[in-house]
């Protein structure tokens, strides 16, 4: 039972990253300056590393023998457990820049409370992450600033993102029974216990790009279930085509 | 990656002879001009428009490799080819750095750029069909680029030359990079060692196209190579790319597709090399002129990327004034 929660704790986090690097790697050639082609990229391989040491941590708790790639390739969408927030699509630079403030501010403390697990395979990935997250925070948070407090337009496609995504952050926060097992056995952080920080991160950001979180309006949640929308099935269509077209061969 | 071998050196110049005289005795003793440094137009608008061309085709070149990042066959391939193409990033960015010291700034490059007017290597107006093609460009696209570049770590122009120290450190990593993913498609199942011949037999052509049409029809090489912008001419440079490239296809067990391509002992002065077959130069000059498969959608999906980002451009702008003002009212109370 502990290892079945472990292996399906750490495979929920591992599709986060994995799949929120996917998206970002989408804008890989298509940003708005060269600089952002080079920070979104950078942001997408921080997040691949991450999802790769999860996975292959995940693999070897389940000792059946699958990869890193078996499992980030080889399930389907009911499959695939990460939070529907990263799941969303770019849309543009402004829900990009602000998905990836609302995932990194939880991550921070996350990966933060994380360096004191009792496995040492999760204290290493969080000690390399925890670093890497800051840096997301900076970034995604110096342009949510730019967005809410530069032209009226950018200002508008702020709001719009908001409104976008906002319903998307309660689920970083809810526990699947996997999750709330590791977290009462020392292995991973209680989600439960992050949103102060999460809050703390956020508002003075929010208040310098003149930007309010929507209150009251009913969250979606169900990724941790595989109860995701329609744009993670494409997603996976397209993330695993080789793989499913050639099956068993290495690359 | 790589800009063409280069079409045109600029020598029109409107300085004494005194001067010209002068600056080519610089030239001679191998001092590396600055960007301060007194030089003749003609050096600094072919230095402009060379360095322009290969800022251009390191941006556009992350296209066909962009293509297949959100279609990677695994974790591992996926990060490295992300890296591969986050390098070209980088590397664009140098080298409009580079050219910007040269009094031309990055956005009236970009505009030339998006308008058709400045030029880019015509290889990556083709398009990229399937995942050998990110070997082949790294093996083939990326070898013949290290052939062009590591001559111009010997350039006059100091910034030039500085920025391609560090590109071809990286090049070369990427020349292995994709001769692995090569190796491991011919060691694979059948169908991949197909995609692997398919993908050399697409490319082959278009990466000898990479170092420009024969010495007899390159009009300005002389300025060039007189001014030690360029070291080695076209053919030359073609010559070696050819000699070290094919025991690499033997090696990988794939063909070559030239049915001339042979052993001649007589060639690089006795010492031996591969004679080819004819380069289909009808071929290049369409595309250099923009009648290549992708020509249009490649500068479609820049300028797509550039008018989509405007708003964002012009609300870093906006907010960087407003808070210079803010500063300048709180110092006024």
């Given at each position: 039972m502990a290892d079945q929660a472990l292996l399906n704790a750490l495979i929920e986090l591992a599709d986060d990253h994995n799949i929120l690097s996917h998206r970002l790697a989408e804008w890989c050639g298509h940003a708005p300056i060269l600089e952002e082609d080079l920070a979104l990229t950078n942001m997408a391989l921080d997040m691949i590393g991450t999802a790769r040491g999860l996975y292959s941590h995940a693999a070897d708790v389940e000792g059946?023998?699958?990869?890193e790639d078996d499992l980030a390739y080889l399930r389907v969408e009911r499959e695939y457990r990460n939070c529907l927030l990263v799941e969303r699509p770019n849309d543009d630079f402004a829900h990009t820049m602000l998905r990836q403030l609302f995932f990194a501010a939880f991550m921070e403390p996350y990966w933060q409370s994380a360096l004191t697990s009792s496995d040492e395979t999760i204290r290493g990935i969080a000690g390399k992450s925890v670093k890497e997250v800051a840096y997301h925070i900076r970034h995604a948070g110096e342009w949510v600033i730019r967005m809410g407090d530069g032209t009226q337009e950018s200002a508008a496609r702020l709001h719009a993102a908001m409104q976008d995504l906002h319903?998307?952050?309660?689920?970083?926060?809810h526990a699947s029974e996997a999750a709330g097992h590791c977290a009462r056995a020392g292995l991973l952080p209680d989600r439960t216990d992050l949103r102060e920080t999460w809050l703390e991160t956020l508002t003075p950001i929010f208040a310098e790009a003149r930007l309010e979180m929507p209150e009251g309006v009913p969250p979606q949640i169900g990724g941790r279930d595989g109860l995701h929308g329609e744009d993670l099935g494409h997603l996976l269509a397209e993330m695993q085509y080789l793989q499913r077209a050639h099956p068993g061969a290495s690359w | 990656m790589y800009s063409q071998g280069l079409i045109g050196a600029d020598g029109r110049t409107e300085e004494s002879e005194a001067f010209l005289d002068a600056f080519q005795k610089r030239i001679d003793a191998e001092e590396k001009i600055e960007p301060k440094d007194a030089m003749p137009e003609g050096y600094r608008r072919t230095l402009i428009r060379q360095i322009g061309q290969h800022a251009h085709s390191e941006i556009v070149g992350m296209l066909p490799e962009g293509n297949w990042i959100t279609r990677a066959p695994s974790l591992k391939r996926k990060a490295a080819l992300l890296a591969k193409v986050q390098d070209e990033g980088g590397h664009g960015l140098y080298l409009y750095a580079a050219a910007e010291t040269l009094g031309v700034s990055r956005e009236q490059m970009t505009e030339e750029l998006l308008s058709g007017k400045a030029k880019y290597s015509s290889i990556f107006n083709y398009p990229t069909l399937n995942w050998a093609d990110m070997g082949a460009i790294g093996w083939l696209v990326d070898g013949a680029a290290i052939m062009n570049q590591i001559p111009l770590c010997r350039c006059s122009f100091g910034p030039y030359a500085r920025a391609m120290i560090r590109v071809c450190k990286e090049e070369s990593f990427h020349q292995r990079q994709g001769y692995e993913i090569m190796l491991t498609l011919c060691r694979g199942t059948a169908e991949q060692k197909q995609m692997a011949q398919d993908a050399l037999d697409r490319l082959w052509w278009p990466a000898l196209m990479m170092f420009g049409p024969h010495d007899a029809d390159s009009a300005h090489s002389e300025q060039s190579m007189k001014w030690k912008i360029k070291r080695f001419s076209n053919d030359q440079l073609r010559q070696k790319f050819i000699d070290a490239t094919v025991p690499q296809a033997e090696y990988l067990g794939l063909?070559?597709?030239?049915?001339?391509l042979r052993w001649d002992d007589s060639l690089n002065g006795g010492k031996g090399g591969y004679a080819h077959g004819d380069i289909d130069w009808d071929e290049f000059w369409r595309v250099v002129k923009?009648?290549?498969?992708?020509n249009r959608d490649r500068i479609k999906a820049r300028k797509k990327a550039w008018d989509d980002g405007a708003w964002v451009r012009e609300a870093a702008l906006k907010h960087a004034e407003k808070r210079a003002m803010r500063k300048t009212q709180e110092a006024a109370e």
């Open positions: 059946r023998g699958r990869s319903i998307y952050t309660e689920e970083l926060f | 063909t070559v597709p030239d049915p001339d923009g009648d290549g498969v992708m």
